[in-house]
């Protein structure tokens, strides 16, 4: 099921990039329903963007879209590999790291961090108008 994911995760952006022909995606809407809500971006928002810069090989705009986009590709690429490793040798490795609350809480730390940062970057940026344009409500 882990693969799957992984594979998904990392199949559906490439799909996107393949069917976008030319199309801007500066100005796709997002749907992201925290955005659409409030106006603000939420720590994910920006990902799938970020994923299509990074396989067109723009890392600088893959990283401009979400800091952890390519950090993300990356590890989908090890967790398939990984599982797929694990899968023909029939040993469990790195579970004990993985499945570690210190992980968890890093990472939540991490994510909790860079959207504080992202959100008032983005307000200190942007009117209320246009911040109302992001949103359903405009």
């Not at 995606?25 to 299509?52: A, D, N, R, V």
């Amino acid at each position: 099921m882990g693969m799957a994911c992984a594979l998904f995760i990392l199949a559906f952006p490439y799909f996107i990039m393949l069917t976008n022909q030319g199309d801007d995606l500066e100005k796709k809407q997002s749907f992201c329903p925290h955005k659409l809500i409030t106006g603000l971006p939420c720590p994910g928002c920006g990902i799938t963007k970020s994923f299509i810069s990074f396989y067109e090989g723009d890392i600088h705009k893959s990283i401009s879209y979400n800091v952890f986009g390519p950090l993300a590709v990356g590890i989908c690429i090890f967790i398939t590999g990984l599982l797929t490793v694990e899968i023909i040798t029939k040993k469990e490795f790195l579970n004990n790291f993985l499945h570690s609350k210190k992980l968890a809480y890093v990472c939540a730390f991490l994510l909790a961090g860079y959207h504080l940062i992202r959100t008032v970057y983005f307000i200190s940026t942007h009117s209320i108008t246009e911040i109302l344009k992001e949103s359903i409500w405009m």
